[in-house]
C-alpha cells in the first residue's frame, strides 16, 4: 500500500487568517499545505475596510487587550510590509451634534496613544481652525473640532498573497483551487480527502486548522469524528465606492441615524464609506448590500461632505462572524476565540472570529497551541521578521487566477 503524504499543518481556508497559519508553520519548519477553495482572500479579506489599525472605536467597549495587541501588530507589519501598509492621516470632525464631544474623542486618542506605548506614530493633534478649507471639502457648518492620528491603511487581498507567497517561500504547499471534502481521524493524525479540478488527493495531517471565516462550522461537519465549537452569527459589512478620491487622508465619522463609526477612505483613485453591521442568514457567498445600507452610507457621507458629487460606482459586502448572541454586533467582543479538541495535545483548531490586523499574533498563538502535538523541528524563520513584498504580477497569474 503507498504510503500517504504526510504534512504537520493542513490549514483549511486562504484568507488572511490561512495565509498567516501556513506562514507561522513553515517559518517554523513544519510541513505545511494550505487547501482553498475559490481563490486567496476570495471572501471576507477582500471586502475589509483595508486598514490596519488598533481599533479605536474599540476602546468604547473595553477591549483594552485587543487595541494594545493591534497596535502593536500594526508596528510590525509597518516594519515587514512597507510597501503593503502605509501611515496615513485619519482625521475625526466633530460638530455641534456629535454624540462623542471632544473631551472624549481626546481621552480616547490619549488612551490610544498611551496602548500603542506612546510612539511617535501614536501621536495626536488637533487640526487649527485655518486648516479646515483643505480637508476635502468637509462641512464647515457647526464644525467645532479636528482631531488627526495616524493609523495603517493596506490592500487586504494584496497582503493576503503576500503573506502566501513567504509561505511558499519557506516550503509551504497551496493547493487552490481545491475543495476540503472530509477528514476522518487516522490513529494520531487524520486522513484528509481533497478535491482539486483535475484529481482527487488523499494526505496525512497531524494537525488540521479550520481557517474558513464564515465557512468555518459548514468545514467543521466534514471532520469525523465532530470537533468542537459553536454558534455563530454572520454580520455583513457593506462598502460603497464613490467616484472621485479625497486626499487628505481618511476620515473618521458618526453616522446620523444611528452614530455608527463610519469611515471615508481614499482607494484606488475612488473614495470608499463603510462599514455597515447587519446581521445576515444565508450562503456566505450570496450576501450583498442591501439599498438600505447603500442609503446609509451615501447619507452619511453627503451629511459630512455636502460639496462633493456623490457618484455611485460600486457597492460590496463582506461577513465577519462574531459568537452568536443577543444585543447588537457593536457591542460583541471581537477577540480571537481559538477552540482545540484537546486541551494538552490538540490536533484540530479552529478560527473564529479574527483581524485583519492581527492575523501575524494569532497565527503565531495557533502554532503555539499545536506545538505539543507536531514534532520538533528545525526553525526556518521568523513571522515578525521575515519581509513581505509587493509583487504587481500576484494579482493576475497567466491563467487568470489570482492564486
Not at 263 to 268: E, G, S
Given at each position: 500500500m503507498t504510503e500517504l503524504p504526510t504534512y504537520?499543518?493542513?490549514?483549511?481556508?486562504?484568507?488572511?487568517?490561512?495565509?498567516?497559519?501556513?506562514?507561522?508553520?513553515?517559518?517554523?519548519?513544519w510541513s505545511a499545505l494550505l487547501v482553498e477553495e475559490k481563490a486567496l482572500a476570495s471572501g471576507t479579506s477582500s471586502k475589509?475596510?483595508?486598514?490596519?489599525?488598533?481599533g479605536l472605536r474599540y476602546l468604547e467597549s473595553g477591549q483594552l487587550a485587543l487595541v494594545r495587541e493591534s497596535l502593536a501588530e500594526r508596528e510590525t507589519l509597518l516594519r515587514i510590509a512597507p510597501e503593503l501598509v502605509k501611515l496615513v492621516p485619519f482625521y475625526v470632525p466633530i460638530y455641534?451634534?456629535?454624540?462623542?464631544?471632544?473631551?472624549?474623542?481626546?481621552?480616547?486618542?490619549?488612551?490610544?496613544?498611551?496602548?500603542?506605548?506612546?510612539?511617535?506614530?501614536?501621536?495626536?493633534?488637533?487640526?487649527?481652525?485655518?486648516e479646515w478649507e483643505a480637508l476635502d471639502g468637509l462641512a464647515l457648518e457647526g464644525l467645532q473640532h479636528v482631531f488627526r492620528y495616524n493609523d495603517g491603511q493596506t490592500d487586504d487581498a494584496a497582503l493576503t498573497r503576500a503573506v502566501v507567497r513567504s509561505a511558499r517561500s519557506l516550503g509551504a504547499e497551496v493547493l487552490c483551487p481545491a475543495r476540503f471534502e472530509a477528514a476522518e481521524r487516522d490513529g494520531d493524525g487524520w486522513r484528509v480527502r481533497i478535491v482539486a479540478p483535475d484529481e482527487e488527493r488523499i494526505v496525512r495531517a497531524r494537525a488540521l486548522v479550520n481557517a474558513g471565516g464564515p465557512w468555518i462550522n459548514r468545514i467543521r461537519g466534514r471532520i469525523t469524528p465532530l470537533p468542537p465549537g459553536f454558534e455563530v452569527d454572520f454580520v455583513a459589512g457593506t462598502h460603497v465606492e464613490l467616484d472621485g478620491a479625497?486626499?487628505?487622508?481618511?476620515?473618521?465619522?458618526?453616522?446620523?441615524?444611528?452614530?455608527?463609526?463610519?469611515?471615508?477612505?481614499?482607494?484606488?483613485?475612488?473614495?470608499?464609506?463603510?462599514?455597515?453591521?447587519e446581521r445576515y442568514v444565508g450562503e456566505p457567498r450570496a450576501v450583498e448590500p442591501t439599498k438600505r445600507e447603500i442609503e446609509y452610507l451615501v447619507e452619511t457621507f453627503h451629511r459630512y461632505f455636502p460639496r462633493?458629487?456623490?457618484?455611485?460606482?460600486?457597492?460590496w459586502a463582506g461577513l465577519r462572524v462574531l459568537p452568536k448572541?443577543?444585543?447588537?454586533?457593536?457591542?460583541?467582543?471581537?477577540?480571537?476565540?481559538?477552540?482545540?479538541?484537546?486541551?494538552?495535545?490538540?490536533?484540530?483548531?479552529?478560527?473564529?472570529g479574527g483581524k485583519?490586523?492581527?492575523?501575524?499574533?494569532?497565527?503565531e498563538k495557533v502554532l503555539a497551541r499545536l506545538a505539543p502535538s507536531l514534532p520538533a523541528r528545525e526553525r526556518k524563520g521568523d513571522t515578525a521578521t521575515l519581509r513581505l513584498e509587493a509583487d504587481a504580477a500576484d494579482r493576475v497569474s497567466p491563467l487568470g487566477d489570482p492564486c
Open positions: 504537520d499543518v493542513v490549514v483549511l481556508g486562504g484568507g488572511i487568517h490561512g495565509a498567516g497559519v501556513v506562514q507561522a508553520a513553515a517559518a517554523g519548519g475589509s475596510s483595508k486598514l490596519i489599525h488598533g455641534r451634534a456629535t454624540t462623542r464631544r471632544p473631551w472624549k474623542i481626546r481621552a480616547g486618542l490619549s488612551m490610544y496613544a498611551l496602548l500603542g506605548n506612546l510612539a511617535k506614530d501614536a501621536w495626536f493633534e488637533r487640526v487649527p481652525r485655518r479625497m486626499e487628505r487622508g481618511i476620515y473618521y465619522c458618526e453616522a446620523p441615524r444611528d452614530r455608527r463609526a463610519v469611515f471615508t477612505i481614499p482607494w484606488k483613485g475612488r473614495t470608499m464609506v463603510g462599514t455597515t453591521e462633493r458629487t456623490v457618484t455611485l460606482v460600486d457597492a448572541g443577543p444585543g447588537t454586533a457593536f457591542d460583541r467582543p471581537r477577540e480571537t476565540t481559538l477552540v482545540v479538541d484537546d486541551e494538552a495535545r490538540p490536533t484540530t483548531l479552529a478560527i473564529y485583519l490586523t492581527g492575523y501575524r499574533a494569532t497565527a
